[in-house]
Structures are given as structure tokens and as C-alpha cells.
């Protein structure tokens, strides 16, 4: 199993990046699709969510109307397009796959994480 996440890097204020996850080795249309991410010295957070159709999505109130997240499962890739950037979006984020069966998660992957860096 992999998720490989790309796109990150050092971007000012005001500005836009586009991240991509990249999944293999297991069914990427089953799983719901989440980004994460941790600033320095603060716990990991729910940045945005999309379920394993794509159908539905949710937002961290701090991304809302800023961020959006979409899903290509015909190339097993989830994408997190951030526009308007803040200093505070700064962080390491992490794609997360959650295989969901009754409400639980039953399989969790995570990748490693790539580096968004909001500065001028």
C-alpha cells in the first residue's frame, strides 16, 4: 500500500497550490479520502474529507470557501486545491485512506506527508 503526496512547497500569501495523492495496493473506490495536516508544534487536523464516490465532502471551518477536494478514481488519486493562502495554513499534509464499514474505520493508510509553506 502506498499514498504518495505531491504539490507542496513555498507559495505567499494569497496564493494557490494544488496537492495530489497518488494511491496503490488497495481498492482507492472504496476508501473515503482525507487531508490532514500538522503545524509545527500543534496536533494533526482535519483539513477536508471526501467519501469513497466522491458524493459527499466537509471542511475544516478554517478551509471552508478556500479549499476544495476532489477525487479521480480512475487514476486512484485524491487532489486538495487551496487557493487564497494564509501564513496559518503553513504545515506538513498528509493524505489519509479509511476503508469504512458501520461507521468505523476497519483499514487506515497514511502517507508521508508533503511541506506547504505560506510566506512572503
Known amino acids: 500500500v502506498q499514498l504518495v503526496e505531491s504539490g507542496g512547497g513555498l507559495v505567499q500569501p494569497g496564493g494557490s497550490l494544488r496537492l495530489s495523492c497518488a494511491a496503490s495496493?488497495?481498492?482507492?473506490?472504496?476508501?473515503?479520502m482525507t487531508w490532514y495536516r500538522q503545524a509545527p508544534g500543534k496536533g494533526r487536523e482535519l483539513v477536508a474529507r471526501?467519501?469513497?464516490?466522491?458524493?459527499?465532502?466537509n471542511f475544516a471551518d478554517s478551509v471552508k470557501g478556500r479549499f476544495t477536494i476532489s477525487r479521480d478514481n480512475s487514476e486512484n488519486t485524491v487532489y486538495l486545491q487551496m487557493n487564497s493562502l494564509l501564513p496559518e495554513d503553513t504545515a506538513v499534509y498528509y493524505c489519509?485512506?479509511?476503508?469504512?464499514?458501520?461507521?468505523?474505520?476497519?483499514?487506515?493508510?497514511w502517507g508521508q506527508g508533503t511541506q506547504v509553506t505560506v510566506s512572503s
Open positions: 495496493g488497495f481498492t482507492f473506490n472504496a476508501y473515503a
Open positions: 489519509n485512506a479509511k476503508l469504512m464499514r458501520s461507521g468505523a474505520a476497519v483499514r487506515d493508510y
Open positions: 471526501i467519501t469513497s464516490a466522491g458524493v459527499s465532502t
